[in-house]
């Protein structure tokens, strides 16, 4: 069964920078396209970087410069970068597959951008 462990969140003030991580169990990452997700209250989840292949990654135009995603296949994780934080990217963030998520959602980690 997958198991999916977000961590590395929390409260930063804005412009600061934060390193999420992704480990996963059940599953070797490797062999998957995986992203991350996030969602504010009220809205949506949202895909916001992902990596399709060994090399092709993508992000939505909100993070764009700002948000960095790796792989750590020795540790079977996944890590998201992000930088340059603003109010608006205060969410939890999730990993899962990408761009169409199937596997349970863990706690995810919450990341609060304020001053």
């Known amino acids: 069964q997958v198991q999916l462990v977000e961590s590395g969140g929390g409260l930063v003030q804005p412009g600061g920078s934060l390193r999420l991580s992704c480990t996963a169990s059940g599953v070797t990452l490797r062999a998957w396209n995986m992203g991350w997700y996030r969602q504010a209250p009220g809205k949506q989840r949202d895909l916001v970087a992902w990596r399709i292949g060994a090399y092709d990654t993508y992000y939505a135009d909100s993070v764009k410069d700002r948000f960095t995603f790796s792989t750590d296949y020795a540790k079977n994780t996944v890590d998201l970068q992000i930088d340059s934080l603003k109010p608006e990217d205060s969410a939890i963030y999730y990993c899962?597959?990408?761009?169409?998520?199937?596997?349970?959602w863990g706690q995810g980690t919450p990341v609060t951008v304020s001053s």
């Open positions: 899962n597959r990408a761009p169409t998520p199937s596997w349970p």
